[in-house]
């Protein structure tokens, strides 16, 4: 069974860079979940020997967190970028997506209301494969 673990939790000393942190982190833990704000990007890294694999992602106000500190209604709205998020990243060693790029083109998908702000869930693996 696969333990979800977010690598954003974890403060990042200056002498390490982050993308040291992440790979060494994969050695640890295979399966990644985080939130990623609008204005942010989500840009994992697997080891040179394994490739991204997105097990989950979702547009929207799931629930209340590091991007949605307070409940100002309209929990709950969402859309599944589980697709969209494959097709960008799955089989790759690392990819790179703006939330706002999402945001912006999906905001007409969620049933959130146009004029809030939304954020990123995705989870993902780093497995075993070929890019």
Known sequence: MLTSHNIDKYNVDTDYPLRVIRLLYFDIFPYVAGEYCDG???????????????????LGRLQLGRCIPEDSGHLGCFTSLYTAMSRQCSGRHECEVRVADLSASSSTATSCPPDLEMYLHVSYECSEGKT
Not at 42 to 50: G, N, R, T
């Open 40 to 58: 942010e990007t989500f840009h994992p890294i697997c080891p040179q020997d394994k490739v991204i694999f997105i097990t989950e992602a979702f």
